[in-house]
């Protein structure tokens, strides 16, 4: 019998047994669909924190305040008070640093506008903030030196904590908002950078650092100072010019270790995609795993398939049916229900991947791997989950089989 | 094996010698089949009659090459099946061999038409061809009309037609039926007896497993089994008919095939498989 009679076989008997066809294919159906979602909302997860790195400056490194550890991991941000408003003008003269921005953060501050509030972290810093940062104002001003030069209670906002004060970056302009208490005049808003979780580049306020400081911290620390660069091949030079002037301007003895630690862009990048792709990984595996469930479901249909057809069996081979036309027959079947099921499957997957990235808060398209991968896996499935069956079935002996009841 | 050269005389269609099938039982043995001999020729009508558990059903599994015997040679067309490995008696069936079963056996779901077709499917046969000859065998037990009617919407007589008419679509050699009318009211049963005798008259060979007297009267031949033995059928007080209706004594030398049986399924199995030719064993 050649495939293309099995096929047409199994045709035949999967429309006469629609709704248990049906049933069975849907654990398919779920499994390929989750596959196709879970990969599109996978790489959107990775493709929209890439981007948001990227968007956070370019040629950016950012010196922070503490020691690195062995490993790359640092202590908590800020959790030693090392670097000062004078480093970042010293680091601000070296060779290839094209802008400093010394940045004080405080956070969980209460901004209120009127009735509406919000909680967010508040950022001291300067004009040069928006080059390292990569920052654009979509209305008003960024901060200007003169607003640092006199310690001005103005404020730049992102889009995110207006859009949290229920009002629009046009009307907020020239606003007083209070800031835990103290009242700042709105000057700006910035461009949305795209973004969510923890730190999200457009849920921030920026003020003069001599405001922050005055107002708040009282101290000269900084957690952070961000450098850009004027030529990204020279960041090894410029990382090594600024760990020999801070240890010269801490009087770092040569045996202590750094009291600070620099992350370039490029790291953090690879870190992100590193752990990004873990993720996607991890939901690749839960959708696997639904998809094996489904071919458990698939090779237990077929095996009561071939316990109900036993007469069946030993009839077609009475009538000259070979073993491996009898495996044929079923194999295909099942490898018909899977690829039945993963056509559906896609098809439903590519229709929840947007839906299912939006409710996750992630911009998420189904990909071609993904669909690849679903359709190669469930056609592995089907062929893996039909293999027993048939032989079972293909294994029968004829007198025993037509004697069956 | 003979000398290609010289043609051969031509063997008897089946021949067993000295078969046995003992199948084990926990600790002991069952014997089934306890030393049969006999043979039948192409185109003989033989009945095989016998108690329930006498092995009659035993053995035509083993004619039908379907099981094989525990001791003991078979001979299908002067070939030893023994030498014969899983697939090549799968073909054997597909070509040489039709079936009927007592309870049709019928593939529900599949159209009469495609029951009746199946074994060509198997024989690689096309598509196309495969329609026309499942319709002629339809039309030869007169179910033209009822060739997209699935099984179950069928009578009893008209299934076992359908049936027959599947043994009948690959032209085979002989026929294995095994109580053809036992699941059949009367009308049907003798529809269905009709039809048998008339295949058989044109040259098939018929062998039968009945409980129907009628059957085993019409029969050339009886080959009566009792506890794994062929006995003696002629029994006192028994007359068997031939196919005229004159007494006849179904133990003497079988009956010379009708002429032309050969020619009137010039495809039938033995020619197409080329077993004359020696390639097989």
Not at chain 2, 165 to 170: E, F, K, Y
């Amino acid at each position: 019998m050649t495939y293309l009679e099995a096929l047409r076989l199994a045709l035949r008997r999967l429309r006469t047994n629609l709704l248990r066809t049906a049933l069975t294919t849907l654990g398919v159906i779920i499994g390929v669909a989750s596959l196709v979602a879970l990969i599109g909302v996978g790489e959107g997860t990775q493709a929209a924190i890439t981007s948001q790195i990227a968007g956070l400056g370019t040629n950016l490194l950012s010196v922070n305040a503490g020691a690195a550890t062995v490993g790359g991991l640092r202590g908590a941000a800020g959790s030693a008070s090392t670097l000062t408003i004078a480093d970042a003008g010293a680091i601000g003269q070296l060779d290839g640093v094209e802008a400093v921005a010394p940045e004080m953060s405080v956070s969980n501050v209460v901004v209120v506008n009127g009735r509406s509030n919000t909680t967010t972290s508040m950022t001291g810093t300067t004009p040069a903030e928006a080059k390292v940062r990569n920052y654009q104002v979509q209305t008003g001003t960024f901060l200007t030196d003169l607003d640092v030069e006199k310690g001005l209670r103005v404020a730049v906002l992102g889009p995110t904590t207006v859009t949290s004060l229920n009002t629009t970056p046009t009307a907020i302009i020239g606003q007083t908002v209070t800031i835990s208490g103290i009242p700042f005049t709105v000057i700006g808003v910035t461009q949305p950078k795209g973004g969510s979780g923890f730190t999200n580049p457009d849920d921030a306020v920026f003020a003069p650092i001599t405001a922050v400081q005055s107002r708040f911290t009282g101290a000269s620390s900084l957690r952070t100072i961000g450098v850009s660069l004027t030529d990204p091949d020279q960041l090894a030079y410029v990382e090594s010019e600024i760990t020999a002037l801070l240890r010269y301007r801490h009087q770092l003895a040569t045996s202590a270790s750094d009291d600070f630690s620099m992350v370039s862009q490029d790291q953090l990048l690879s870190v992100a995609s590193t752990t990004t792709a873990t993720i996607r990984n991890f939901l690749i595996g839960i959708a696997a795993i639904a998809l094996v469930v489904g071919g458990i479901g698939i090779a237990n249909t077929m095996l009561v398939s071939v316990r109900e057809r036993v007469r069946e069996i030993g009839t077609r081979k009475a009538i000259g049916a070979r073993r491996r036309d009898i495996s044929r027959q079923f194999l295909v079947e099942a490898v018909i229900v899977t690829l039945g099921g993963a056509v559906v499957g896609v098809l439903i997957g590519v229709a929840i991947t947007g839906p299912v990235g939006a409710t996750v808060g992630v911009p998420a398209t189904p990909t071609l791997f993904g669909i690849t991968l679903a359709f190669c896996s469930a056609l592995l499935v089907g062929v893996l989950a039909g293999w027993w069956p048939a032989r079972q079935a293909s294994r029968l002996d004829p007198v025993e089989a037509l004697r069956h009841e | 094996m003979a000398d290609p050269t010289v043609a051969p005389a031509q063997p008897p269609l089946i021949e067993g010698r000295g078969l046995t099938r003992i199948y084990p039982m926990g600790d002991s043995e069952v014997a089934a089949l306890r030393g049969i001999d006999f043979r039948i020729e192409l185109g003989e009508n033989v009945a095989i009659i016998g108690p329930s558990g006498s092995g009659k059903s035993t053995l035509l599994h083993i004619l039908g090459l379907l099981d094989r015997p525990t001791t003991g040679q078979y001979l299908f067309a002067g070939v030893d099946t023994d030498t014969l490995d899983d697939d090549r008696l799968a073909l054997l069936r597909n070509r040489a061999i039709g079936f009927i079963f007592q309870s049709f056996n019928l593939v529900s779901g599949e159209s009469a038409l495609e029951n009746v077709a199946a074994p060509l499917v198997y024989a690689g046969v096309k598509r196309k061809e495969r329609v026309e000859r499942a319709q002629e065998a339809l039309a030869r037990v007169g179910l033209t009309d009822r060739a997209h009617h699935d099984p179950s919407q069928l009578s009893g007589g008209q299934r076992q037609r359908v049936a027959i008419a599947r043994a009948l679509v690959t032209r085979p050699a002989v026929i294995l039926a095994d109580e053809p009318t036992g699941n059949l009211d009367s009308r049907s049963s003798a529809d269905v007896f009709t039809l048998l005798q008339e295949l058989q008259s044109e040259g098939l060979t018929l062998v039968t497993i009945t409980h129907d007297q009628r059957i085993a009267d019409r029969a050339a031949r009886v080959l009566r089994v009792e506890d794994g033995m062929l006995v003696d059928p002629a029994a006192p007080g028994v007359t068997y008919l031939d196919g005229g209706g004159r007494p006849h004594d179904p133990t003497t030398a079988p009956v010379t095939p009708p002429s032309g049986a050969v020619v009137a399924h010039p495809e039938s199995g033995l020619a197409a498989l080329g077993f004359d030719s020696g390639d097989v064993s």
